[in-house]
């Protein structure tokens, strides 16, 4: 997995790390090391990019919130399904396009309620049923 430096929260990763020594890493276009790039992004760390990511989805990401199906309906039908997954107990999808850094919005039909979230793309359509699960019970 690639390092990165990033600021814990913030959507972007500032650059991608090139170790230039024994446990000594340097950022890839500016030959900064952390403590220089403080200077610039006060926070920053290094860190590998699974890290970002979660920090990522950590500070941006959404529970999942009940919608109509009428915004269900225009989202499959309007926006470009990444991935898409149905059986018996309802059907999911993932829009390509992200909406905050790399998060993207997801969309469920379970149990005749319609759903809506931001995470990251990389989440399975069973994850997203967990996570609607758990949305269900914390509002009980």
Same mark, same amino acid.
């Given at each position: 997995? $690639?390092?990165?430096?990033?600021?814990?929260?913030?959507?972007?990763?500032?650059?991608?790390? #090139?170790?230039?020594?024994?446990?000594?890493?340097?950022?890839?276009?500016? !030959?900064?090391?952390?403590?220089?790039? #403080?200077?610039?992004?006060?926070?920053?760390?290094?860190?590998? $990019?699974?890290?970002?990511? =979660?920090? =990522?989805?950590?500070?941006?990401?959404?529970?999942?919130?009940?919608?109509?199906?009428?915004?269900?309906?225009?989202?499959?039908?309007?926006?470009?399904?990444?991935? !898409?997954?149905?059986?018996? +107990?309802?059907?999911?999808?993932?829009? $390509?396009?992200?909406?905050?850094?790399?998060? *993207?919005? *997801? !969309?469920?039909?379970?149990?005749?309620?319609?759903?809506?979230?931001?995470?990251?793309?990389?989440?399975?359509?069973?994850?997203?049923?967990? #996570?609607?699960?758990?949305?269900?019970? +914390?509002?009980?």
């Amino acid at each position: 997995m $690639q390092k990165v430096f990033f600021v814990p929260g913030q959507t972007a990763i500032i650059d991608y790390a #090139r170790e230039i020594g024994p446990n000594m890493w340097a950022a890839r276009c500016s !030959y900064l090391m952390l403590p220089e790039i #403080r200077v610039r992004h006060p926070g920053a760390v290094l860190d590998d $990019q699974a890290a970002f990511l =979660q920090a =990522q989805e950590a500070a941006n990401g959404t529970k999942p919130n009940r919608i109509t199906e009428a915004r269900f309906d225009f989202a499959v039908s309007h926006g470009q399904v990444l991935d !898409y997954f149905a059986d018996d +107990t309802g059907d999911s999808f993932i829009l $390509q396009a992200p909406e905050v850094g790399d998060l *993207v919005r *997801v !969309y469920a039909r379970c149990h005749g309620h319609f759903w809506s979230f931001l995470c990251l793309p990389i989440i399975t359509h069973s994850e997203i049923r967990s #996570r609607i699960r758990e949305a269900v019970a +914390t509002d009980h």
